[in-house]
């Protein structure tokens, strides 16, 4: 059994932001790569932030992508509370062999830790006082992604707030202490915390686990400059659930933000994913966000799927705006998608792509219908086909194909004549899935029933 143990720390205060995501998926990644353990650990001591809804909606985000974990909430396991805010007694505990060591002491209601080393005064201008600081020894850093960093501390810092709840960098390294945590994988922000927490495991006489700061995520070019905000389009994960995208996708696309394999190949599953992810690999730069790449990837995905997996997503956006219910027929509704899975680049867009196809009440594109309907052949192109169609015997894709070059022969022009202005008669728009299966799929009685209606629509059209 490996002995990589990685943790996931979240502060359930709120949606869940891209780049906390991705920080899930790099401690996931890695701890499936090396066959370790992954530790989902709730950092939940701000009572007045945190909340059981931003938790229970979190936990639902982690299922959603796939990201499960081996210890945690709702799955236990030996190195518990996995709350923060259970382990009281573990913070006490290990406060009082800093106390014992002589490495504290009070002011103004807080606990600080007390750095070793020469103590000397220095004139702060922000601060307009005088401040006492500390000469300690370099820190060494050893970054997996940044190689050796050296930092210095030099104030003694707050442990336990004056409130008595105990402090961030406190208990972060008490739980990685006490859970034995071998690597800790999290975002650049907190490159500038490692210094104390490095200090804290020398005060416990603890090996440090191994650090990797991964890249901050950056805007999208076109939302300006900066680090990416939950603000900013596109930093909620939970919006591309709500926007019908595929968690696999999404996955694929966080796991790009700061990473990608040795090939540069851009679509990759789950395992994939595990097979391929080194966190060597990871760079230093911030990572870029860009919506179009994460459509394209998403996009990637839905064209891969079985036809039976992409219907159940599908079914889902299509019943979100009412064009299917439970007595749509499975088999049409196939159909439908499978003329128009490799054309259209997202579930969030499926609706208007089709809606044709479930629904009378569709929209008429107006762009569509000044282009279709300006030449004065339309009517006629239409009182043409109609009877045509109306007596085949057979509506499958030779016999209707056949239909419009026997016409077409008839007429010595080209079928060509007729396709446009049928697919607008029987959709609305000039664009869609290949014209002679949209015939097929929309089914004989439908398109007829149709072109009569465009007749009576248009029959003021001028004859040409």
């Not at 990201?67 to 573990?90: A, H, K, T």
């Not at 020469?118 to 922000?126: C, K, P, Q, S, W």
């Amino acid at each position: 059994m490996s002995s990589v143990r990685v943790r996931f720390e979240p502060s359930p205060t709120g949606s869940t932001h891209i780049g906390t995501a991705r920080t899930a998926l790099f401690n996931w990644l890695f701890a499936r790569k090396h066959s370790g353990s992954y530790i989902l650990r709730i950092a939940d001591t701000d009572r007045e932030r945190n909340s059981r809804e931003a938790l229970d909606e979190l936990l639902s985000v982690l299922r959603w992508l796939g990201l499960d974990w081996d210890e945690g909430p709702e799955v236990g396991g030996e190195y518990g509370p996995y709350f923060q805010s259970q382990r009281g007694q573990i913070y006490k505990d290990y406060l009082a062999q800093l106390k014992q060591a002589g490495r504290t002491y009070e002011k103004e209601g807080a606990i600080f830790f007390k750095l070793e080393g020469e103590r000397y005064t220095e004139y702060d201008e922000y601060h307009k006082a005088e401040i006492e600081k500390v000469r300690t020894e370099p820190v060494v850093i050893k970054d997996l992604i940044r190689g050796d960093v050296t930092r210095r501390e030099e104030r003694d810092f707050v442990i336990v707030r004056s409130n008595g709840d105990p402090g961030f960098h406190f208990v972060n390294v008490v739980d990685d202490i006490a859970m034995k945590i071998t690597h800790v994988l999290r975002g650049e922000d907190h490159l500038s915390n490692t210094s104390k927490h490095l200090e804290l495991y020398k005060a416990f006489g603890a090996e440090p686990p191994a650090y990797a700061h991964m890249p901050m995520i950056l805007k999208d070019p076109k939302q300006g400059k900066g680090k990416m905000s939950k603000r900013d389009k596109g930093a909620i994960i939970e919006e591309y659930e709500g926007r019908h995208f595929l968690p696999q996708a999404v996955v694929n696309f966080l796991a790009l933000l700061g990473w990608s394999p040795k090939d540069d190949q851009e679509i990759l599953s789950l395992d994939e994913l595990i097979d391929r992810f080194d966190i060597k690999d990871v760079q230093k730069a911030g990572a870029r966000f860009d919506e179009k790449k994460m459509s394209y990837v998403n996009f990637e995905h839905m064209k891969k799927l079985p036809l039976d997996r992409y219907t159940t997503f599908a079914k889902s956006a299509l019943a979100n705006r009412n064009l299917i219910d439970d007595s749509t027929e499975e088999d049409y509704i196939k159909a439908v998608l499978s003329i128009c899975q490799q054309k259209i680049d997202s579930f969030e867009n499926l609706s208007d792509f089709a809606s044709y196809f479930f629904s009378d009440d569709y929209p008429i594109n107006e762009k569509a219908e000044k282009k279709t309907t300006e030449k004065g052949e339309s009517i006629a192109r239409i009182q043409e086909i109609t009877p045509v169609l109306q007596s085949l015997g057979d509506w499958q894709e030779t016999a209707i194909d056949s239909a419009f070059n026997q016409l077409a022969e008839e007429k010595q022009v080209k079928p060509f004549a007729w396709y446009p202005v049928v697919r607008f008669a029987v959709s609305g728009t000039n664009s869609g899935p290949d014209f002679i299966p949209m015939l097929r799929v929309l089914g004989q009685a439908r398109v007829v029933k149709r072109l009569l209606a465009f007749q009576d629509r248009y029959a003021n059209l001028a004859t040409g």
